[in-house]
């Protein structure tokens, strides 16, 4: 992803492969399963800059038909930043979720 927004990283490809390698074992969208039927919620905002939206949505969509409680807000206007307002819905949603 850096690469394609013109951003140039400080490892060498062999040190990107070792990381990719690491963080796929904490990847949800391989292993679905590990969130065994445990509350989710995601939030996301549409204009993020640093993590693309479209990754988070298309994980949402995959476990949307099998995956209950998820919650998943989109916020058509932020970045990367949480507004206040969706800090006030997380809230809740652990108020009644957890």
């Known amino acids: 992803f850096a690469e394609r927004k013109g951003m140039t990283l400080p490892l060498s490809r062999q040190q990107l492969e070792s990381l990719r390698n690491t963080l796929m074992t904490y990847d949800l969208s391989l292993q679905p399963e590990k969130l065994n039927g445990r509350p989710l919620f995601i939030w996301h905002g ?53």
């Open 46 to 98: 549409k204009q993020d800059d640093v993590v693309p939206f479209d990754y988070t949505y298309a994980f949402y969509k995959q476990i949307e038909p099998f995956h209950q409680p998820l919650t998943m807000r989109i916020d058509e206007h932020a970045g990367h930043k949480v507004t206040r307002e969706a800090f006030l819905q997380t809230i809740q949603w652990f108020v009644t979720h957890l």
